[in-house]
Structure formats: C-alpha cells, structure tokens
C-alpha cells in the first residue's frame, strides 16, 4: 500500500529519557527535530535510540498522527505555552491518514516500505510528558510502531509536496 500521509515532522532522541526510569525522575537526553531521518532495513531510524535495539523489533519506527495530537491538547486543555509536539516520543508526526489501518500491512511512504505491527501503546509517562489524562485518552489511539522493510530517507514534506 503506497500512502499519501504528510510527513510534518521527524525526530530522534539518542537516549531513553523513559525505558528504566520507573519510580525516577525521566532522563535529560534532547529529542532532535529533523529535516531528514535515515530509516535503515531491519535497524531503525539511525541516530535513534532504539536503533539495532534487538533484532526483528517492532518499533524500529514509531509514527502518530497530528490530528491526534491536537485534539488531544483540545481535551486536556493544554494551554498553548506548553503545547510540545515532540512530546509524544514518536520518530514521524504525520497528517492525512489513519494509522490503525496500516496494523498488519505492508506500506510505503516517500519510497521507503514499512510493515505496521501494533498500535504503539500509551504509558503513564505521558501524563506528565503532554498532560494529566493523556495515557487513558490516547489508549488505541497512541499510533503506529512499524519495521523498517527497505533502506531510504524520510523527509519533512515541503508545502508543494503535500496531497
């Protein structure tokens, strides 16, 4: 399947600022707003923390969707001052497409092939990451975590590229 999803914006992050900070305060690492991201077959997006994270993994790619994320700031009343979209730890925030129906299947975008495996589940971390209330209102809607099926690059679509 071939998408027409907007890329808005792709991030890195080296480091786990939550995996092994249970009961602790979460990690300092920067999540890196990128132009470009390298998505390597089989390893992840490199420069990322979970890249080569162990083999097959179902999160070498983590994608969600803007909308979501905007109405979520809606029912949390966010005020605008503390409105972050890389809060939600995903690699690629996109418009335009729903990414539960990409659950299962093989799919393509800006010519790198993906294949969607789960939804990527909210955690508590969540709560403090976006928003008291944001794990339970983002529970099957969390978005995608996906293998990486063919090496390429994605990029933050330009004004002219989106459809």
């Known amino acids: ?38 998505c390597v077959a089989g390893y992840g997006v490199r420069g990322d923390r979970f890249f080569s994270h162990r083999p097959d993994f179902k999160g070498q790619i983590t994608f969600f969707s803007l ?50 495996t789960e939804e990527c589940r909210p955690c508590y971390w969540m709560d403090s990451a976006i928003g008291p209330g944001a794990e339970d209102r983002l529970k099957g809607r969390g978005g995608l975590r996906a293998r990486i099926l063919s090496d390429g690059w994605l990029r933050v679509n330009s004004p002219n590229d989106r459809s």
Not at 82 to 105: H, M, P, Q
């Open 67 to 116: 909308e979501t994320l905007y109405d979520l700031w809606r029912e949390l009343s966010v005020p605008e001052q503390l409105r972050c979209v890389s809060a939600t730890r995903r690699n690629v925030l996109v418009k335009g497409i729903d990414l539960d129906a990409c659950i299962g299947v093989e799919f393509e975008v800006q010519g790198v092939r993906f294949f969607g």
């Open 1 to 38: 399947m071939t998408t027409r999803m907007e890329v808005h914006f792709l991030f890195i992050s080296p480091e786990h600022n939550y995996v092994g900070h249970h009961g602790i305060e979460p990690g300092t690492s920067p999540i890196v707003s990128c132009a470009e991201v390298e």
